[in-house]
């Protein structure tokens, strides 16, 4: 599949045709176990790297076809599927880290992971430095060589859509004996394919773009084969917090059309962005795509003008018209998640996020502040049409 294009690769990476029927849509296998022709031993380790289809905990056909379309399409050794993006970033932290070890992670991490980074210095005595993702001098003094394992990033960064240049970081990780893990779930493999500018993991919450429908929940870790040892044979026999073989499905069908949702998503939140940055109640917008995106430049050495549709606003009085959004707004549903088809929004007040999500040192909490004022509005651009979503932002707007 290498040798074909990407939008060939999102439709058939990874399937094939059923020889049993001759089906052309790939078959969903829900089942949890399979018939053996022999006599084996029952743990993971009786069987070698060719083992065959035993327990759907270790590996299942239709979990595999989606494996291997994103392998493909990431560029990647290998893949594991995981029940969400959570699951996929706990098997990495899991996997590559012990008691004493040092991590550097982005103070504006996505909430979810900015939160298991601290349960894990509290309970697994692992040492945390956070750093601004766009300061590679930072970066550079927060890493212990030989004590730093692993740098976890993520770019665009949810939901204040933050930049790294992933080479030069990874650059600094390499140095220093340590690996680094793109989150790369607002990119997706269509903008941006992080192992080939120099990351050691990638992980996705196929929750998200991937998907691309709002339905199923998943995630996916892509590395080289060595470090995808440890995640397939513990994280996902012994965890277990293992992807449904229907869910696979779901998100592999998702797949197919990603090239041209990404596409359309990145049209619409560019109108929208050019929109909401000529409103005079609009203080400030955030987003790859604009000129005025301080990571903008970077954005478009990595993402090829592939911005995806999520960005991110402040407003005069923010607060007043949270409390109203959800009664006015009609075709943009007041929720939380992203990279569905129908457009999402959600106020994220500044005094609960650094009170719940992000706990920062003073001077990362100051920039925090300066960048987001009272509260943010994260607004994911689906695929209505985008003329239906400025008359609602412009009705909301003029409250
Ligand atoms: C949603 C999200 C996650 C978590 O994924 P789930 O599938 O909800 O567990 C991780 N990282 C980013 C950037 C996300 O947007």
Request: proline share 5%; charged share 20%; with cysteine.
């Amino acid at each position: 599949m290498t040798k074909y294009r990407t939008r060939t690769q999102a439709i058939h990476a990874g399937e094939r045709i059923d020889p049993a029927t001759k089906a052309s849509a790939p078959n969903i296998t829900m089942s949890n176990s399979f018939v053996m022709d022999e006599v084996t031993g029952f743990s993971i380790d009786a069987f070698g790297d060719t083992k065959p289809y035993v327990y759907s905990r270790w590996d299942n056909p239709t979990v595999r076809m989606l494996e291997d379309k994103l392998a493909v399409l990431e560029n990647a050794d290998a893949c594991a599927c995981f029940a969400s993006g959570m699951a996929a970033t706990a098997a990495i932290l899991h996997t590559t880290l012990k008691q004493g070890d040092h991590v550097v992670a982005i103070d504006v991490h996505y909430s979810g992971t900015a939160e298991l980074i601290r349960i894990l210095k509290d309970s697994a005595g692992i040492e945390i430095t956070l750093v601004d993702p766009t300061d590679l001098g930072m970066i550079e003094a927060a890493i212990q060589p030989g004590r730093t394992k692993l740098l976890s990033f993520e770019t665009p960064s949810n939901p204040l859509l933050s930049i790294t240049d992933i080479r030069s970081v990874s650059e600094l990780a390499h140095q220093a004996g340590a690996q680094l893990v793109v989150d790369s779930t607002l990119a997706t493999p269509i903008a941006t394919q992080p192992l080939e500018l120099g990351a050691d993991f990638v992980v996705h919450s196929l929750s998200k773009y991937l998907g691309g429908h709002g339905d199923a929940l998943g995630g996916a870790v892509l590395c080289s084969h060595k470090n995808m040892k440890a995640i397939r044979d513990h994280e996902r026999v012994h965890i277990g917090g293992v992807l449904s073989p229907f869910n696979a499905w779901l998100i592999a069908r998702g797949i197919a059309t990603s090239p041209l949702r990404m596409q359309a998503h990145t049209e619409s939140a560019m109108r929208i962005a050019k929109f909401l940055e000529s409103h005079p109640r609009v203080t400030r917008v955030l987003f790859p795509g604009l000129e005025s995106n301080p990571g903008h430049e970077i954005a478009k050495k990595q993402m090829q003008g592939c911005w995806g549709g999520l960005l991110s606003f402040s407003v005069k009085d923010g607060k007043d018209l949270a409390r109203q959004m959800p009664n006015q707004v009609e075709i943009i549903h007041y929720a939380v998640s992203l990279g569905s088809h129908r457009s999402l929004i959600f106020w994220m007040e500044t005094d609960e996020m650094l009170r719940s999500s992000f706990v920062l040192p003073s001077s990362l909490e100051e920039q925090y502040r300066a960048t987001t004022g009272d509260g943010i509005f994260r607004f994911a651009v689906g695929l209505e049409d985008p003329d239906d979503l400025c008359e609602e932002l412009s009705r909301c707007l003029d409250l």
